[in-house]
């Protein structure tokens, strides 16, 4: 398990699985260690990843200042896992709150950024995001499955306001809700640092107007890639996103949710490395 210092001190992990060309990998949740990616559905068959576990995630030490956990204030631990990686400059695959991270990356050091592949992104960034009416309708295309009379009126409440988080909901963030999937559900809350994942959206670290100007120059490729299932986003929201840059395009996988390389890893993977590979 490589290791690199922040440049605040902050020792960092990463996880090397796989073999060929280096795709670098920041992972989502907010603040959920990497070990959740697993090998994205055999994209290790095909490349060599790189996986950061962020700071205070996975083996990677929690910083003396909690304040940097905010996103932008991790930007630099990007660059800095860059440099030590020796790669002028990199594919970099951001999974759901990860790609805010990457996005404000891209930004901020653009030459850096080969290709950009973000998978059921959350665009916190851009200052858009998926409303409660767009998540319950995404939510009511479930509506034939077992689960469904009991998980919806859960998940309504906890989008409007009215409820806590209740894992009765967890099924709407899978395409399928079988063994894996519930297994991966189950390893969440020990794989994700809360106090961190508060921290993450704080107050100030987003600047849309400024981050879109950026976005819009960026000279390199980049790829959404969507589920069909998924509540956040929605197919509409990742249009919107990839629309921001230059060189943006979508890929839509059919039943699939939060979690793709879960739900369907061939389709997955023909998405992803018919991008990279072009």
Request: hydrophobic letters at 45%; proline letters at 8%; a negative charge.
């Amino acid at each position: 398990m490589p290791l690199l210092t922040a440049t605040d001190g902050t020792r960092l992990a990463y996880h090397l699985r796989g073999t060929g060309e280096p795709l670098a990998v920041l992972p989502g949740g907010p603040m959920r260690a990497s070990a959740y990616l697993g090998d994205l559905g055999g994209l290790t068959a095909h490349r060599r990843l790189a996986l950061l576990d962020l700071r205070g995630t996975g083996d990677s030490a929690a910083p003396a200042d909690p304040a940097t956990y905010r996103c932008d204030r991790m930007v630099e631990d990007v660059e800095v896992w860059r440099a030590h990686m020796g790669l002028e400059h990199m594919d970099l695959l951001a999974h759901s709150a990860g790609a805010t991270l990457a996005m404000l990356y891209a930004a901020r050091h653009p030459h850096r950024i080969r290709r950009l592949v973000l998978v059921t992104p959350n665009p916190f960034a851009l200052g858009i995001r998926a409303t409660p009416g767009e998540r319950l309708a995404a939510a009511r295309l479930r509506a034939d499955e077992p689960w469904f009379p009991r998980a919806f009126p859960a998940f309504r409440g906890w989008l409007t306001g009215e409820a806590d988080f209740d894992d009765v909901f967890l099924p709407f963030f899978y395409g399928r809700w079988d063994d894996t999937a519930r297994a991966h559900a189950d390893a969440e809350p020990e794989q994700t640092n809360e106090e961190a994942g508060e921290r993450y959206l704080a107050a100030g670290a987003f600047t849309p107007r400024e981050t879109r100007a950026a976005l819009a120059a960026l000279a390199a490729p980049v790829l959404v890639h969507a589920g069909g299932a998924d509540n956040n986003p929605r197919p509409a929201l990742a249009r919107r996103t990839a629309e921001a840059f230059g060189r943006g395009e979508v890929t839509v996988q059919p039943g699939a949710a939060h979690y793709p390389w879960l739900d369907d890893p061939e389709r997955f993977l023909d998405g992803v490395l018919s991008f990279l590979d072009r």
